[in-house]
Nanobody
Framework: QVQLVESGGGLVQTGGSLRFSCAASGRTFSSYAMGWFRQAPGKEREFVAAISWSGGTTAYADSVKGRFTIARDNAKNTMYLQMNSLKPEDTAVYYC???????????????????WGQGTQVTVSS
């Protein structure tokens, strides 16, 4: 089993910033892809950002491109999401996800991920 522990959510005003981290532990492969998703009330879970094992390839949803930055530190088994210029529409529960894979790929679709964090709330006030 793999455990993912998220931290860094909270309440912020429009235009503010937050930084998430997601620490992986347990039976991870020597390489794994990771991503961030979010779910707003009454909406389906949606893709936010993803990063390959090497960190050399990233992908972002159009709605966050230019404002959010995904990164990872494999020595610490930790992934990060820096969120700047936050908007009220960014309000959601954010989840990190992991898939054990030996392929250095970016995964946008939630169904490709095997493990999920507990979710952390972000509320952006106007």
């Amino acid at each position: 089993q793999v455990q993912l522990v998220e931290s860094g959510g909270g309440l912020v005003q429009t235009g503010g910033s937050l930084r998430f981290s997601c620490a992986a532990s347990g039976r991870t492969f020597s390489s794994y892809a990771m991503g961030w998703f979010r779910q707003a009330p009454g909406k389906e879970r949606e893709f936010v950002a993803a990063i390959s094992w090497s960190g050399g390839t990233t992908a972002y949803a159009d709605s966050v491109k230019g404002r959010f930055t995904i990164a990872r530190d494999n020595a610490k088994n930790t992934m990060y999401l820096q969120m700047n210029s936050l908007k009220p529409e960014d309000t959601a529960v954010y989840y990190c996800a992991l898939r054990n894979t030996n392929v250095n790929v970016v995964l946008r679709a939630s169904q490709f991920y095997d493990y999920w964090g507990q979710g952390t709330q972000v509320t952006v006030s106007s």
